[in-house]
Nanobody, 125 residues
Framework: QVQLVESGGGLVQAGGSLRLSCAAS????????MAWFRQAPGKEREFVSA????????YYADSVKGRFAISKDNAKSTVYLQMTSLKPEDTAVYYC??????????????????WGQGTEVTVSS
């Protein structure tokens, strides 16, 4: 089992920045990638970004490319999501996920086995 704990959410004005963190514990070695998903009220959960534990390869949804940056600290088993130029449409609960995926372009939530509890991000206009 892998446990994931997110932090860093909050309220920010449009154009502002936030950094989310996701600390992993347990059998992290059974996973090869971490990802961020988000779910806005009344909408399905959508892929945001992913990173591989080994090479640090990254992948982004088009909607956040150029504004968000995912990174990792293997020593701390922690993944970060630096969000800049935030827009009201970025408002959502952000979830951290971990799993063993065939490709970082795994954008379906079912592709990941472990999930955090979520952290809420609200961007005001």
């Amino acid at each position: 089992q892998v446990q994931l704990v997110e932090s860093g959410g909050g309220l920010v004005q449009a154009g502002g920045s936030l950094r989310l963190s996701c600390a992993a514990s347990g059998r992290v070695g059974n996973t090869n990638a971490m990802a961020w998903f988000r779910q806005a009220p009344g909408k399905e959960r959508e892929f945001v970004s992913a990173i591989s534990w080994s090479a640090g390869t990254t992948y982004y949804a088009d909607s956040v490319k150029g504004r968000f940056a995912i990174s990792k600290d293997n020593a701390k088993s922690t993944v970060y999501l630096q969000m800049t130029s935030l827009k009201p449409e970025d408002t959502a609960v952000y979830y951290c996920a971990a799993g063993r995926v065939r490709t970082l372009m795994t954008v379906q939530a079912v592709g990941y086995d472990y999930w955090g509890q979520g952290t809420e991000v609200t961007v005001s206009s």
